[in-house]
């Protein structure tokens, strides 16, 4: 069954999706101790969290694996993930931006080109039974190679916390977790999660000592800062007129949203088992980056098709990528159509950061569909008045016509 372990048939060689924390080290001497595993390979995915990844190699040789890999992604995962997401102005329950769950078909990606590279015949990750990221690894990595089997030792053990904490001790492995410090959190280039400890309670207001990419609203400049970013076929290229790389352009645009206090959400989201959970996120450049998007299209796009691709296209792609069908037929067909509605949204767009605001103040494109002879109630107006009242009857005469039958 996928995702379970079949007792009578092990694996010999495991290629595990490794982070470094309590959960993943553990499942290293659980795997060869509990389940037989002979061989276990660490996987880490440098995905621009910003940390030295050699301590958490060291770690995954200390722990017993064989090997302990490092893959530097940064590049695809901003070129082939984000960039996506934001032309499908992908925000789930219209306010996450996904910057967690874009890296997660990624780093099943990675973890299937591992395991084929290195004969294994099994991937493990150390996802838990109620979160996300078990739905989005496990469909991931079967949509990529169905023959690999899926083990997930955090998923079965049935151990507490503090159980898992002891378990890794007994093999010399040190907890990261300190009671001055309660929180799980997530980072990479697009942003960071913060969950657990007293943020379980939905009352409690988050201490700003768990932001590292925000200044709060008290501490942002005093001054506005206005940022002109543009497009090309709905792929961010340059702010302020300088052409960036993908990456330079993220943490560039991190930087200015975030010193401005921007890009923090508190929310109670519907995760994909059913639970309701209290996320906390920081997502400033690519919350910033959506939304300018999503306003260029406005200029650019006919409104059927912004109409019909926000309430239709944008939705579901949202859903897909947030429930793990990353590499799903539907996805694909998905990418196929907004790819075709993004040859004309090139332009740019002027933001103004202020105290906790990201707010758009102009747009322009050569592909604009705005027309000031149209939309001036000046003198240089050319639009026919006269014209509106036969536009009214026609558009109107169904209901004119119900009216008339129910009114008798």
Same mark, same amino acid.
């Given at each position: 069954?996928?995702?379970?372990? +079949? ?22 001497? !659980?795997?060869? +101790? ?37 893959? +530097? ?6 070129? %082939? ?6 032309? /499908? +102005? ?5 306010? !996450? ?34 979160? %996300? ?5 496990? *469909? ?48 990479? *280039?697009? =942003? ?65 949203? =975030? %010193? ?59 859903? *897909?990528? !947030? ?34 605001? /990201? ?50």
């Amino acid at each position: 069954m996928l995702g379970n372990v +079949n007792y009578m048939s092990r694996a010999n060689k495991v290629v595990l999706a490794y982070s470094g924390g309590v959960d993943t080290s553990v499942c290293i001497p !659980y795997l060869k +101790n509990e389940w037989g595993v002979k061989e276990v390979i660490t996987l880490a995915a440098d995905l621009g969290q910003g940390e030295e990844l050699a301590p958490i190699q060291e770690k995954a040789l200390k722990c017993g694996a064989v090997e302990s890999l490092v893959e +530097n992604a940064t590049e695809e995962f901003v070129t %082939n993930y984000a960039f996506p997401a934001i032309k /499908a +102005n992908a925000l789930y329950e219209n306010r !996450y931006p996904l910057s967690t769950a874009l890296a997660r078909p990624l780093i099943a990606k990675l973890l299937v080109e591992a395991a084929e590279k290195y004969g294994a015949d099994a991937v493990a990750h150390g996802c838990t039974g109620k979160g %996300n990221d078990q739905v989005r690894f496990d *469909l991931g990595i079967t949509a990529l190679n169905p023959n690999l089997k899926i083990l997930a030792p955090a998923r079965e053990w049935g151990m507490s916390r503090e159980e898992t904490i002891a378990y890794g001790e007994k093999f010399g492995i040190e907890s990261p977790v300190k009671k001055s410090s309660p929180y799980s959190i997530d980072r990479n *280039l697009l =942003g960071r999660s913060i969950e657990a400890g007293p943020l379980e309670d939905p009352m409690t207001e988050p201490p700003e000592e768990i932001y590292a990419l925000t200044k709060s609203i008290t501490d942002a400049p005093n001054e506005p800062q206005y940022v002109e970013i543009t497009f090309e076929k709905g792929i961010p290229v340059a702010v302020d007129g300088e052409a960036l790389s993908p990456v330079a352009l993220i943490t560039k645009l991190n930087e200015i949203a =975030g %010193n401005h206090g921007v890009g923090r959400l508190d929310m109670i989201e519907n995760r994909v088992v059913g639970i309701k959970s209290r996320e906390i996120y920081e997502a400033p450049a690519l919350l910033v980056l959506i939304k300018a998007h999503e306003d260029l299209e406005s200029l650019t796009l006919t409104s059927d098709v912004t109409h019909y691709k926000r309430a239709q296209i944008d939705l579901m792609y949202t859903r *897909l990528v !947030y429930e793990g069908l990353w590499y799903s037929p539907l996805k694909s067909a998905l990418d196929a159509f907004i790819d075709q509605t993004q040859d004309r949204v090139s332009g740019v767009v002027r933001i103004k950061f202020f105290k906790g605001n /990201a707010t758009i103040v102009g747009r322009k494109s050569h592909y604009s569909l705005y027309s000031p002879d149209l939309s001036t109630y000046g003198s240089d107006d050319k639009f026919d008045h006269k014209a509106a009242e036969g536009f009214i009857y026609i558009w109107g005469l169904s209901s004119r016509v119900w009216a008339e039958k129910t009114r008798l």
